[in-house]
């Protein structure tokens, strides 16, 4: 029963630095999700994968890319890191209309 | 637009105690409202959902009623318990849509039980 799986789980990098995030899950969903969470401002989404083959923005975009790299894994990079995206990141999975699976998060520091 | 307000916190509470965490919404018609968990370390996870008005949503004793005429969808505990610590985050997603990625989180609310 691993659900969906994110690593690393911490992770601090200098600013100006790349890094990516891994997310793999095993309940063969077809939709993928990437979010933020940051205090007071609930989850933000940053890109989703509705379907293999496919990537759309979410509500902040910005300074993130992403690949889905099969059904089953949907990975996130922050090619120069900065300051701001110091947060949060959880990778989610989920059919439509259906609740959605979430990782137990990346906590990541931007020095 | 569509958006949700949820009370803000920490809400500290004592074991058996009555829960309530307000919410409201902004939103066209009817949408779905979800409450959502985050224990600690952890990712969010569904407690309860309502997809039309008047439902009740509700799940480990917790309840939530979909309010149309107040837009509202508060959530309550008869008796918490120190286990019900956690964040809990009100959502919405717009009518019509069944993808998550439109799915609306509030800010959450950090809630702590004292034994």
């Known amino acids: 029963n691993a659900g969906v799986t994110q690593t690393p789980k911490f992770q601090v990098l200098k600013t100006g630095q790349s890094m990516t995030l891994q997310c793999a899950q095993d309940?063969?969903?077809?939709?993928m999700y990437w979010y933020r969470q940051d205090p007071g401002m609930g989850l933000r989404l940053i890109y989703y994968?509705?379907?293999?083959?496919?990537?759309d923005k979410g509500e902040v975009p910005n300074g993130y890319n992403v690949s889905r790299l099969n059904k089953r894994e949907f990975s996130l990079r922050l090619e120069s890191a900065a300051p701001s995206q110091t947060s949060v990141y959880f990778c989610?999975?989920?059919?439509?209309?259906?609740?959605?699976?979430f990782g137990d998060g990346t906590r990541l520091s931007i020095l | 637009g569509n958006s949700v307000t949820q009370m803000e916190g920490p809400v500290t509470l004592s074991e058996e105690a009555f829960l309530t965490i307000n919410c409201t919404y902004t939103?066209?018609?009817?949408?779905?409202l979800f409450w959502y968990v985050q224990y600690p370390g952890e990712g969010l996870q569904l407690l309860l959902k309502?997809?039309?008005?008047?439902d009740k949503g509700s799940n480990k004793g917790f309840e939530a009623t979909y309010r149309k005429e107040t837009t509202s969808f508060h959530l309550e505990k008869g008796s918490v318990q120190v286990s019900d610590s956690a964040v809990y985050f009100c959502?919405?997603?717009?009518?019509?849509?069944?993808?998550?990625?439109?799915?609306?989180f509030g800010s959450g609310t950090r809630l702590s039980i004292r034994p």
């Open positions: 994968s509705a379907s293999e083959g496919t990537t």
């Open positions: 989610a999975s989920s059919e439509p209309g259906e609740p959605q699976h």
């Open positions: 309940m063969n969903h077809n939709s």
């Open positions: 939103a066209t018609g009817y949408p779905s």
């Open positions: 309502a997809t039309k008005a008047d």
């Open positions: 959502a919405l997603r717009p009518f019509g849509y069944s993808s998550a990625s439109k799915i609306i």
